[in-house]
């Protein structure tokens, strides 16, 4: 359910209004805070660099 973790529908209907731009088109899940600190680190850089490159000016960061 792609609405339990982000409230991806509703950010869909204020993309719609135009209260927000456009969303990106893909979402980042990360399993929690049981990994490997270096794989953890790297994965957040890699991730971090996709949204540089992707232009995207904000972020929303949820907990589960």
């Known amino acids: 359910d792609r609405n339990r973790m982000v409230p991806y529908d509703t950010l869909k209907e204020l993309e719609k209004e135009r209260v927000i731009g456009k969303l990106h088109e893909d979402y980042y899940v990360t399993c929690g805070n049981a990994?490997?600190?270096g794989w953890?680190?790297?994965?957040?850089r890699?991730?971090?660099?996709e949204?540089?490159?992707?232009?995207?000016?904000a972020v929303l960061l949820t907990s589960a």
């Open 46 to 49: 890699e991730i971090g660099q």
């Open 35 to 37: 990994g490997i600190a």
């Open 40 to 44: 953890c680190s790297r994965m957040g």
């Open 51 to 57: 949204l540089v490159r992707a232009d995207v000016d």
